[in-house]
DNA sequence: AAATTATTTAACATTTTTGTTCAACAAATT
DNA sequence: AATTTGTTGAACAAAAATGTTAAATAATTT
């Protein structure tokens, strides 16, 4: 086999007019021309639009998984420090895959079978996830070191603001055309591992 | 004039189908369709597809102003529970409004000239309430009522919470069928305002 | 060298979506 | 009553997007 460069090449062009279009906005014969491959090239490997669809949505699935499991596997420090690593990683694993949240969400919302995917890709891993947290904390709160709360609340907390920092910060850059990524990204991400610390801090309320 | 009810009603039906999948995956036939009124009707009123894109468009983006508007008009009250009003209404207004952000942030991302509209549109009137908020966390500060902090962020971490709740209710729908609304979106209120007072607090860090 | 696979070009077919036109009729306004 | 405005239907035109085909060539594998 050639190894098929090309056909990476299109999933790859795919990949990023996907992300950033929807299903609905992107074009296969841009794709196909941004890939610098012929239009009927794009057809050969794959048949329609949404089979090329499905190919990037699983591989996204896929990394998502991938990513909870990395994100989640954190060795044997103190739950707080645990709990700054979560942000920190989910945070960095976002800076790598900025449009990622918003793609799937929108996708997901719009097209119910992909919903289905999220579910059966995604979901019994993260369940783990959420009770792993779940007994880390409620260990710690035994001994007082966090306050006693609910893991899949304090995941949604770290996720939202996370996923808000990436959200926002194209729209932040129309406002502002001269913005230091790099610096707004620094500051963004301390701000939302104190957000978190001080939520789960036992001294409070 | 007759009033025009069945402008209105395309109007409406272009809302609902452009909020939810956005301009390229809106059908305008469809549109017409749902909103029970002939193909030919909706080119009378709007001649294409992007005109009646730019009304609503054009509409939201009021809406989103006079929210702003509307949230920040909170009388004398300590800063402490004018912050907590602010968490609030905007939680209200969200949801009322659920797919109103998703919508501006995927469009204004995708088509820049709907940055430039936001811009000039919601922009001002943003700036003017962070600069507000500013003043009373200045002066709250001084007397120990809260934390010296960057109103902006503050801003940033209220609208990123309240967001992803409504983000991810569709999504956590989809996983338990038999959720309670409701309950979901009274107790993610709740747990915003107190991640949200947690922040503010001068007695951490 | 032969066979297979990758790739292009360029035309064409199909489908989907948008937009137009026109004749007729209904409703409201003057 | 006459006129303007709203409305439909149905056909049609035009544009945009997807998908197909076949012939020719280049590259790779056997």
Redesign the interface.
């Known amino acids: 086999m050639k190894d098929n460069k090309k056909q990476k090449r299109i999933l790859e062009v795919a990949e990023e007019e996907f992300l ?6 992107a074009r296969t014969v841009e794709i196909a021309q941004k890939a610098g491959v012929s239009h009927s090239m794009l057809h050969y490997y794959y048949k329609t639009k949404e089979q090329l669809f499905e190919h990037v949505m699983g591989e996204k699935l896929q990394q998502l998984k991938e990513s909870v499991a990395t994100v989640f596997m954190i060795e044997d420090m103190p739950v707080v420090e645990k709990v700054v690593e979560l942000v920190v990683r989910h945070f960095e694993f976002l800076s790598e895959n900025p ?1 990622l949240p ?1 793609f799937i ?2 996708e ?3 097209r ?1 079978e992909y ?1 289905e995917m ?2 059966r890709e995604a ?1 019994p891993i993260l369940k783990d996830a959420v009770a792993w947290l779940q007994r880390e904390l409620d260990a710690a709160a035994k001994e007082g070191e966090v306050r006693t709360m609910d893991a899949a ?1 304090l995941l ?2 770290i ?3 996370n ?3 990436f ?2 910060a ?2 932040l850059s ?2 502002k055309p001269d913005m230091d990524f790099q610096a707004y990204y620094h500051a963004r991400c301390q ?1 939302n591992v ?2 978190i ?3 789960i ?1 036992p ?3």
């Open positions: 950033m279009k929807g299903f609905a906005g449009d918003r969400i929108n997901v919302i719009v119910p919903a999220l579910k979901l609340t949604m907390d996720v939202s603001v996923f808000f920092s959200i926002v194209p729209i129309s406002v701000e104190q957000l610390l001080n939520r801090n001294d409070i309320k």
